[in-house]
């Protein structure tokens, strides 16, 4: 069973930063993935996409967080990267990574992330 393992969550004061982690249990390459994804889901709302690389083409960003948030992969590690700057309070929730693969939809566990002073 592969798992996705993600850490780097927690409680920082608005304009702060954090780098979110999700790492496979399996290679990317074996996994056969698609694309790699950042989502969060606040309290109340629904989940929503944050970033998204895909294998080919250009990454994507929600327009709440371009310009502040980087997702990056390193295959090596076959770990998935979320740098986030300027945080700020909305950005508040639960982290997920997601990895599209020859197997399905993967999923992490869940990161919290909170902004606040």
């Known amino acids: 069973q592969v798992q996705l393992v993600e850490s780097g969550g927690g409680l920082v004061q608005p304009g702060g930063s954090l780098r979110l982690s999700c790492a496979a249990s399996?290679?990317?390459?074996?996994?056969?993935?698609?694309?790699l994804g950042w989502y969060r889901q606040a309290l109340g709302k629904q989940r929503e996409l944050v970033a998204h690389?895909?294998?080919?083409?250009?990454?994507n960003y929600a327009d709440s967080v371009k310009g502040r948030f980087t997702i990056s992969r390193d295959n090596a590690k076959n770990t998935v990267y979320l740098q986030m700057n300027s945080l700020k309070p909305e950005d508040t929730a639960v982290y997920y990574c997601?990895?599209?693969?020859?197997?399905?939809?993967?999923w992490g566990q869940g990161t919290q992330v909170t902004v606040s002073s």
């Open positions: 997601n990895l599209e693969t020859g197997l399905g939809s993967l």
């Open positions: 399996r290679s990317f390459f074996r996994l056969n993935v698609n694309g």
């Open positions: 690389i895909p294998n080919s083409g250009r990454t």
